[in-house]
């Protein structure tokens, strides 16, 4: 059949460790020479400013986009609430709630929602003042707005910064920690001025590939479409690999002179739940209506 | 669309538009407008481009920029900047040259002060430049002095522009800022001694005058009483980082309200001052920021249109060894700099030179710095040179542009021998870094 | 008419100096308070993101007007008279007509903001016509200021 090329612009640079399933991805199709599509990778945050993609996406601008929810919620102030999902992606997949998301998604963003990658990849907070209990009391923690209302609400005093002043602001002592996932710690240098990290992890990076809707339907032909949800598939089967590699993420870590601070018991269950209801109340006094019904898929 | 073609269409627009004489941001404009119609794709294409114009500047890292030139227009417009120069003006006598040698001392003690060159030109030129005329300078030494150090304010901290190109470029701020001290204080230096050599060699450049002298006593008082405080206000700044009080972004505020104290604990401040200092900064911070809004969503839609990753590619094939490309890297910028100013000149380059830098291995601190000299070489590179037409505004009437381009020339040789010093030897750079 | 339009031109920029003044002290104090442990306003950075764009959009026109947008003027130095006056006219109605894209396409946004509702969702949420405002009024100042130059009495 006809090779058709769409366009693909990513919410994340190159290369970390975020955009490295999405990187395959995009190099396996490109290099498979019978592929009835070739991607052209646009860029990175440097060709589209990230709280722009959104926009970019649903008004057909670009074909494609890797981004997180919390990129996009200017056009979709539910869409966050995909890192509190209780399901892994082949999970919601068998249980035909992927579909139902699609439709979500569909309607609020204009975009097809094809792979859901990343999942496996959790949170953590990661700091330099030890701590025994679900009480972040006396911590000062640089924060991004996933999961500020959590911090907040265990006590902590939070700061947002730019991502490349948190080594200075950590070894300055300007905050005690901050949060991120399990695997990307490495990527700006901040385990060299790390000392704890805090288990359990909690939500899920919520990293989707959208396709417009409109070049969905019109552009593609069906081989085409199937060609990319196959290929999604695989992008997801890559999700089973994130056990083993945060498990050596850990190892890493362990070598980079962090300690593991275990929560366990009530102290655990204590945290996971302000974690999950801090989260589900901020988004659904965002958007109510869009929030319960994603809420009553994934939760 | 061809990458080369996309680049030809998109400079060549860009630059006859320029030299047309339209103010820059609005030829980056009409640019970004064809640019996001051809390659972002009709309607939708110019509105996703409006709407990262609008984005484009909503970035914590830019904060100091306006805060760094509130501190210095409070520092100017309240007299505290002028109290200074006098204060150093008086430890001087007797030397050839002296007001040129003071121009280069003040201008420098105040680059420690103020991120904002233009700043800093304007104010060591209103302030020195008609007492030099009067006194028969010769236009190299009144204006040269006061335009070689005026650059200085953008490579000692605090530095408006040296933090906008670590956050563009992904490099670390402190270090960047930290290791633009030594050759900030070298290009002081050479061009102090070109300054006294000079005046020594040809007395009739910078006529010898005899109405300053004063007793011993009453030079250092007005140095204390002057200068030191205003140098508290100097470790404002860099103390609250030190001491992991600010973020580096935030230390900027610091500066702000240190200077306000200063102005209040030394009486100079009353709301006419302060309202005159808030609508110079907002002028000059909007015609910074405004560019960098046009010139940021220009660099999106050169990316998108494939030219930044062609050109990579393109330089990559030539196989260039590291040295090489960072000399093909500075030519590009000092070319560049002869046209546009300097945020313009970073915002071009840097979304070619950074994935460069990191695919060969450059130290991206040394390359920083190396930028940073370029881009203030530039502020002094005819046509457009910045600095050369602050210093227009602020000479004395009869001032051609031709004269001003004259006076900058010795310096920019001076300062393009400091490049080639920090060029090859790249642990000039390293020398105040806390070792890891 | 050309009185009242200066003094909002000169109100905007004063509002443009304040908006910066207002983000040092917030800046500052949040420091203080943070290290005095008893506050921390994780909303101080999103404020004076938005500060930076409402103070550059307030401004702007005023810069123009006072003819301090940078420009290469090299070429037109050099001419006088007639020539230089046509070029002059020439440039502004460049300048016109481009800032009238602009306001079209700000305008458009806006209207579609205000419409749709959209917020800025980040650790505060506000409406979006909140910041889109500031560059519809600069980029209609500017427009007034581009027509002025190209069809005003005076060059
Ligand atoms: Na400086
Ligand atoms: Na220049």
């Given at each position: 059949?006809?090779?058709?090329?769409?366009?693909?612009?990513?919410?994340?640079?190159?290369?970390?460790?975020?955009?490295?399933?999405?990187?395959?991805?995009?190099?396996?199709?490109?290099?498979?020479?019978?592929?009835?599509?070739?991607?052209?990778?646009?860029?990175?945050?440097?060709?589209?400013?990230?709280?722009?993609?959104?926009?970019?996406?649903?008004?057909?601008?670009?074909?494609?986009?890797?981004?997180?929810?919390?990129?996009?919620?200017?056009?979709?102030?539910?869409?966050?609430?995909?890192?509190?999902?209780?399901?892994?992606?082949?999970?919601?997949?068998?249980?035909?709630?992927?579909?139902?998301?699609?439709?979500?998604?569909?309607?609020?963003?204009?975009?097809?929602?094809?792979?859901?990658?990343?999942?496996?990849?959790?949170?953590?907070?990661?700091?330099?003042?030890?701590?025994?209990?679900?009480?972040?009391?006396?911590?000062?923690?640089?924060?991004?707005?996933?999961?500020?209302?959590?911090?907040?609400?265990?006590?902590?005093?939070?700061?947002?910064?730019?991502?490349?002043?948190?080594?200075?602001?950590?070894?300055?002592?300007?905050?005690?920690?901050?949060?991120?996932?399990?695997?990307?710690?490495?990527?700006?240098?901040?385990?060299?001025?790390?000392?704890?990290?805090?288990?359990?992890?909690?939500?899920?990076?919520?990293?989707?590939?959208?396709?417009?809707?409109?070049?969905?339907?019109?552009?593609?032909?069906?081989?085409?479409?199937?060609?990319?949800?196959?290929?999604?598939?695989?992008?997801?089967?890559?999700?089973?690999?994130?056990?083993?590699?945060?498990?050596?993420?850990?190892?890493?870590?362990?070598?980079?002179?962090?300690?593991?601070?275990?929560?366990?018991?009530?102290?655990?269950?204590?945290?996971?739940?302000?974690?999950?209801?801090?989260?589900?109340?901020?988004?659904?006094?965002?958007?109510?209506?869009?929030?319960?019904?994603?809420?009553?898929?994934?939760? | 669309?061809?990458?080369?073609?996309?680049?030809?269409?998109?400079?060549?627009?860009?630059?006859?538009?320029?030299?047309?004489?339209?103010?820059?941001?609005?030829?980056?404009?009409?640019?970004?407008?064809?640019?996001?119609?051809?390659?972002?794709?009709?309607?939708?294409?110019?509105?996703?481009?409006?709407?990262?114009?609008?984005?484009?500047?909503?970035?914590?890292?830019?904060?100091?920029?306006?805060?760094?030139?509130?501190?210095?227009?409070?520092?100017?417009?309240?007299?505290?900047?002028?109290?200074?120069?006098?204060?150093?003006?008086?430890?001087?006598?007797?030397?050839?040259?002296?007001?040129?040698?003071?121009?280069?001392?003040?201008?420098?003690?105040?680059?420690?002060?103020?991120?904002?060159?233009?700043?800093?030109?304007?104010?060591?030129?209103?302030?020195?430049?008609?007492?030099?005329?009067?006194?028969?300078?010769?236009?190299?030494?009144?204006?040269?002095?006061?335009?070689?150090?005026?650059?200085?304010?953008?490579?000692?901290?605090?530095?408006?522009?040296?933090?906008?190109?670590?956050?563009l470029g992904g490099i670390s701020i402190s270090k960047l800022l930290i290791a633009g001290v030594v050759p900030g204080i070298m290009i002081g230096v050479v061009t102090?001694?070109?300054?006294?050599?000079?005046?020594?060699?040809?007395?009739?450049?910078?006529?010898?005058?005899?109405?300053?002298?004063?007793?011993?006593?009453?030079?250092?008082?007005?140095?204390?009483?002057?200068?030191?405080?205003?140098?508290?206000?100097?470790?404002?700044?860099?103390?609250?980082?030190?001491?992991?009080?600010?973020?580096?972004?935030?230390?900027?505020?610091?500066?702000?309200?240190?200077?306000?104290?200063?102005?209040?604990?030394?009486?100079?401040?009353?709301?006419?001052?302060?309202?005159?200092?808030?609508?110079?900064?907002?002028?000059?911070?909007?015609?910074?920021?405004?560019?960098?809004?046009?010139?940021?969503?220009?660099?999106?839609?050169?990316?998108?249109?494939?030219?930044?990753?062609?050109?990579?590619?393109?330089?990559?094939?030539?196989?260039?060894?590291?040295?090489?490309?960072?000399?093909?890297?500075?030519?590009?910028?000092?070319?560049?700099?002869?046209?546009?100013?300097q945020i313009s000149m970073i915002m071009l380059t840097l979304p070619f030179f950074i994935p460069l830098v990191h695919t060969t291995g450059i130290d991206l601190v040394?390359?920083?710095?190396?930028?940073?000299?370029?881009?203030?070489?530039?502020?002094?590179?005819?046509?457009?040179?910045?600095?050369?037409?602050?210093?227009?505004?602020?000479?004395?009437?009869?001032?051609?542009?031709?004269?001003?381009?004259?006076?900058?020339?010795?310096?920019?040789?001076?300062?393009?021998?400091?490049?080639?010093?920090?060029?090859?030897?790249?642990?000039?750079?390293?020398?105040?870094?806390?070792?890891? | 008419?050309?009185?009242?339009?200066?003094?909002?031109?000169?109100?905007?920029?004063?509002?443009?100096?304040?908006?910066?003044?207002?983000?040092?002290?917030?800046?500052?104090?949040?420091?203080?308070?943070?290290?005095?442990?008893?506050?921390?306003?994780?909303?101080?950075?999103?404020?004076?993101?938005?500060?930076?764009?409402?103070?550059?959009?307030?401004?702007?026109?005023?810069?123009?007007?006072?003819?301090?947008?940078?420009?290469?003027?090299?070429?037109?130095?050099?001419?006088?008279?007639?020539?230089?006056?046509?070029?002059?006219?020439?440039?502004?109605?460049?300048?016109?007509?481009?800032?009238?894209?602009?306001?079209?396409?700000?305008?458009?946004?806006?209207?579609?903001?205000?419409?749709?509702?959209?917020?800025?969702?980040?650790?505060?949420?506000?409406?979006?016509?909140?910041?889109?405002?500031?560059?519809?009024?600069?980029?209609?100042?500017?427009?007034?200021?581009?027509?002025?130059?190209?069809?005003?009495?005076?060059?």
């Amino acid at each position: 059949g006809d090779q058709v090329e769409i366009s693909a612009i990513s919410a994340f640079n190159k290369g970390t460790a975020i955009s490295k399933g999405f990187d395959q991805f995009v190099a396996s199709i490109n290099e498979d020479k019978n592929a009835p599509v070739r991607i052209r990778y646009v860029g990175g945050p440097e060709a589209m400013p990230p709280f722009q993609i959104g926009n970019a996406i649903k008004n057909g601008v670009v074909d494609m986009i890797l981004s997180t929810g919390a990129f996009y919620s200017n056009v979709m102030p539910a869409a966050d609430s995909l890192k509190l999902t209780r399901y892994s992606p082949q999970e919601l997949r068998a249980a035909g709630k992927w579909s139902q998301l699609q439709q979500i998604w569909k309607e609020e963003m204009n975009v097809h929602l094809l792979a859901y990658t990343n999942y496996g990849n959790e949170f953590h907070l990661y700091t330099n003042k030890p701590l025994t209990s679900a009480n972040l009391e006396g911590q000062r923690l640089r924060i991004t707005p996933i999961y500020r209302a959590f911090f907040e609400e265990l006590g902590a005093s939070v700061m947002q910064t730019t991502p490349g002043e948190v080594y200075t602001a950590l070894e300055r002592g300007v905050v005690d920690g901050y949060g991120w996932t399990m695997q990307g710690v490495f990527d700006l240098g901040w385990q060299e001025q790390t000392k704890y990290r805090v288990d359990p992890g909690f939500y899920q990076a919520d990293v989707t590939v959208m396709v417009n809707e409109r070049t969905w339907s019109s552009k593609l032909t069906k081989e085409q479409r199937d060609y990319l949800t196959q290929k999604a598939l695989w992008l997801e089967s890559l999700n089973d690999n994130n056990a083993a590699i945060s498990q050596n993420e850990r190892k890493l870590q362990q070598d980079a002179g962090i300690q593991t601070l275990t929560l366990e018991g009530n102290e655990k269950e204590r945290y996971l739940k302000v974690a999950y209801d801090a989260a589900w109340r901020e988004l659904l006094d965002n958007d109510e209506e869009t929030t319960k019904r994603i809420k009553e898929i994934i939760d | 669309m061809e990458w080369y073609i996309a680049i030809g269409f998109l400079f060549s627009t860009l630059f006859i538009l320029m030299l047309s004489g339209l103010p820059v941001v609005f030829a980056f404009f009409c640019v970004n407008v064809l640019g996001a119609f051809v390659f972002l794709g009709g309607e939708f294409g110019l509105i996703q481009m409006a709407r990262n114009s609008a984005e484009a500047i909503n970035s914590f890292s830019l904060v100091p920029v306006p805060l760094f030139i509130l501190m210095g227009e409070l520092l100017f417009h309240t007299g505290l900047a002028q109290r200074t120069i006098s204060a150093i003006e008086r430890l001087i006598s007797a030397v050839p040259g002296r007001l040129s040698i003071v121009s280069v001392l003040g201008g420098t003690a105040f680059a420690t002060l103020s991120g904002s060159s233009i700043a800093n030109t304007a104010m060591m030129g209103s302030s020195l430049l008609p007492e030099m005329t009067r006194k028969g300078y010769h236009p190299t030494m009144a204006m040269g002095p006061i335009l070689a150090v005026g650059g200085i304010a953008i490579l000692i901290p605090p530095s408006a522009l040296a933090v906008t190109l670590a956050s563009l470029g992904g490099i670390s701020i402190s270090k960047l800022l930290i290791a633009g001290v030594v050759p900030g204080i070298m290009i002081g230096v050479v061009t102090l001694l070109y300054v006294i050599v000079r005046c020594a060699m040809n007395p009739s450049l910078a006529p010898c005058d005899h109405d300053l002298k004063n007793p011993k006593g009453s030079k250092w008082t007005p140095f204390l009483k002057d200068v030191v405080p205003l140098f508290i206000i100097f470790f404002a700044v860099v103390g609250s980082l030190v001491f992991g009080l600010a973020s580096p972004t935030e230390s900027a505020a610091f500066g702000v309200v240190a200077a306000l104290v200063a102005a209040f604990l030394y009486k100079s401040i009353n709301i006419n001052k302060i309202f005159v200092a808030l609508t110079e900064t907002a002028k000059l911070s909007a015609s910074i920021l405004f560019i960098l809004v046009a010139s940021t969503t220009f660099s999106q839609i050169l990316s998108f249109s494939g030219a930044t990753t062609g050109l990579l590619e393109a330089v990559s094939n030539l196989q260039l060894t590291s040295i090489h490309l960072v000399i093909l890297m500075l030519l590009t910028l000092l070319v560049l700099g002869c046209f546009v100013d300097q945020i313009s000149m970073i915002m071009l380059t840097l979304p070619f030179f950074i994935p460069l830098v990191h695919t060969t291995g450059i130290d991206l601190v040394w390359f920083g710095v190396l930028v940073l000299i370029a881009m203030e070489i530039s502020l002094l590179t005819p046509p457009f040179g910045l600095l050369l037409l602050v210093m227009q505004g602020v000479a004395p009437g009869s001032t051609k542009l031709t004269q001003v381009y004259a006076a900058a020339l010795p310096f920019v040789g001076l300062q393009i021998t400091v490049l080639i010093v920090v060029l090859t030897f790249p642990n000039i750079v390293s020398i105040l870094q806390v070792p890891n | 008419m050309r009185i009242l339009y200066e003094r909002t031109l000169i109100t905007m920029v004063v509002a443009s100096g304040l908006t910066i003044l207002l983000m040092s002290v917030m800046v500052f104090l949040n420091v203080i308070l943070r290290n005095l442990d008893i506050a921390s306003f994780s909303w101080v950075v999103e404020l004076s993101e938005y500060g930076l764009t409402v103070s550059t959009f307030l401004a702007a026109p005023w810069v123009l007007k006072e003819g301090c947008h940078v420009s290469v003027d090299v070429l037109v130095k050099n001419m006088t008279g007639l020539k230089k006056a046509i070029l002059g006219r020439l440039i502004s109605l460049v300048g016109l007509g481009i800032s009238f894209i602009l306001l079209g396409l700000f305008s458009y946004i806006l209207y579609h903001s205000i419409h749709e509702e959209s917020l800025l969702i980040k650790t505060i949420v506000i409406p979006e016509y909140l910041i889109l405002v500031f560059p519809v009024v600069s980029l209609f100042f500017i427009c007034v200021e581009f027509s002025i130059r190209s069809f005003g009495a005076e060059a």
